[in-house]
């Protein structure tokens, strides 16, 4: 990972500490405080305040798994929302259909997710840039026109009901229960995903996104890391949108529209790009937006003028966010942090010292 | 009969809207993803001007034409700009964005109801009748014959026209056109107008038509395949794709179900995108350009 030299003085010499996780005493403070905090918020908050967390525990998954294939093999998608769509309706057309427990629907909309995976990956091996956007833009079209099939021809025109999944004859309803059940997923697909950069799989991504000709003379093969980052993306991808039919009890076409997938491309942007921190920060920001501009809203005078055109403030506030994130940010919220971290490191200087200069 | 006039008012729809994405394309390698909305905005613009100039409907045309080719160069200057030499991703994320923005401008200042510009501009759009028996609305007729005009004024002018040729240029090779002293900002500004010009046509001609709502920004979508289909570069290529495109579509309608009509379009995109990415007419170029 980044192993840039700390003001500190922290060096690494042995291996141990190049593997470890958390390298030093602060970090795991501060990782442990982080932890606290994260099991006392349930507790202390007010029903709505968890919900939005469990929104941001849902759409980092989501923007985790876009970061792994965007971010570091480089491959652009724009079918992110077919994905999660897919993966809400295998719940819910298992759970409808054949009354399977969610210890059979999570694994098969897994399985869903990889196979799609390689059909929305087929394409990358011939195309790149523009060509692949267009070509995933398409089969999300075809995923949520299946999706939307399947709901008129069995009769559920305004969506698919989900009965809570059950635990030992106890039904999980209860948002502090979903609440640490999403952080778990979180924290497993964070783990998932850091460790992969670790091995050869996530080099070879990276090489691949630095330079394709180059990777391939190294002798990696470029198809099979290609449809690998695909088929790994889309697994974890489809099994958010199937935590998601589960957490919202109800899945429908309308929920996974194009503004879904640019909302998830917004967030590895408005994140930054490559990192997986950035991805958290954008999913954060992303869904919490929304709420924000309406709060904003409220405090200005004549607020009920505005209630019935929320979502279109919403609409223009978010194009232009994302406007000046590509314009002026490119590196996200990530780029910000870092200029702050560097701005202290620095300090009293305003530049780093020209050897070590580094991106 | 009836289905010979439906195909070839689609097709002359998709084909007024793909050259718009064609001529961005082929001089700056951009995928614009907001023509839905622009041409969108510019069927609103329409329906203001429409109050301004209530018993001169031409004059309101014109002016909202003009509007519109204003809003293509102020969206080229102030925004697409700066996306000179970045990735293409960005860029697309950049027109992407500038769609949703328009999006909820054009809520906030029009409202999400179905407007009607015929009305605000007092005309009526009575139905014809055709040789075979098959009916066509002036309006429909009015699209097709505009998509005739525009497009042997586009051949001409890219063709023999100063500017056109400098187009041409610097779409084959921006460094060398440079070098040769041609003003690139102004050749992409005027394809962003151009673009924004012959979209917001489109989009008039169709709100006259049928209404105007939000549903418009899926026909430029939709009009997306047509541009791919027959090649992202070539304009007769455009109009090809668009008849294909169109066929299909109204064929898949009549014969097997309403619903596939939003879908059609995109499974020819992913056909062709499998058989032959650069299109029936398109220059076989390096697909590398992330």
Known sequence: MSSQPRASGYFRTDYAQDFALIGTRFKLVSVIVFLLALAIFPFVASPFQLDLATQVFLASIGSLSLMLLTGFAGQISLGHAGLIAAGAFTVGILVREINAPFWITLPAAALVGAALGIVFGLPSLRLRGLYLAVSTLALHFVVIYAGGEYETRRGFSTGIMIDPPTVAGFAITNGRVWYFILLAAVAATLLISINLLRTRTGRAWRAIRAHETVAEALGIGIAAYKLLAFVISSAITALAGALFAYYRGFVSVEAFSLFLTIQYVAMVIAGGMGSLAGALLGAGFVTLFPYGIERVLLLLPEAQRYASVLFAVNYAAFGLVMLLFLMFEPAGLVGIWRRMQNYFLHWPYKHRPVAASRP | ?290
Not at chain 2, 56 to 78: D, E, K, M, N, Q
Not at chain 2, 236 to 255: D, N, P, Q
Request: with cysteine; hydrophobic share 60%; proline share 2%.
């Open chain 2, 1 to 290: 009969m009836q289905l010979v006039v439906n195909i070839a008012v689609l097709a002359a729809i998709y084909a007024l809207l793909a050259c718009g994405y064609v001529l961005i394309y082929r001089v700056s390698r951009v995928m614009n993803m907001a023509h839905g909305e622009l041409s969108m905005l510019g069927a609103y613009l329409l329906f203001t001007t429409a109050s301004l100039f209530a018993h001169h409907p031409l004059s309101a045309i014109a002016a909202a034409l003009l509007l519109s080719v204003v809003v293509g160069v102020l969206v080229y200057t102030l925004l697409m700009r700066r996306m000179t030499g970045q990735m293409v991703l960005a860029a697309i994320l950049t027109t992407v964005a500038i769609g949703i923005l328009l999006r909820g401008m054009v809520v906030l200042i029009w409202s999400a109801a179905q407007q009607h510009p015929l009305q605000a501009l007092e005309l009526s759009n009575p139905s014809l009748e055709l040789v075979g028996g098959a009916r066509i609305s002036v309006c429909a007729g009015l699209i097709v014959l505009a998509t005739a005009l525009v497009y042997g004024s586009l051949f001409a002018f890219l063709r023999f026209g100063r500017w056109g040729i400098r187009m041409r240029a610097a779409g084959q090779n921006a460094l060398l056109a440079a070098q040769r002293g041609i003003n690139l900002n102004a050749v992409y500004a005027l394809a962003w107008s151009l673009s924004t010009f012959t979209g917001s046509l489109a989009g008039m001609l169709i709100a006259l038509d049928s209404g105007l709502d939000q549903s418009m920004v899926v026909i430029g979508l939709k009009a997306f395949a047509p541009a791919l289909v027959g090649g992202l570069d070539s304009f007769v290529g455009a109009l090809c794709g668009a008849l294909i495109v169109a066929a299909a579509e109204v064929f898949a309608i009549h014969y097997i179900d309403p619903l596939l009509s939003d879908v059609v379009p995109f499974l020819l995109l992913i056909a062709m995108l499998v058989v032959r990415p650069w299109g029936l007419f398109g220059t076989r170029e390096e697909l590398d350009r992330v």
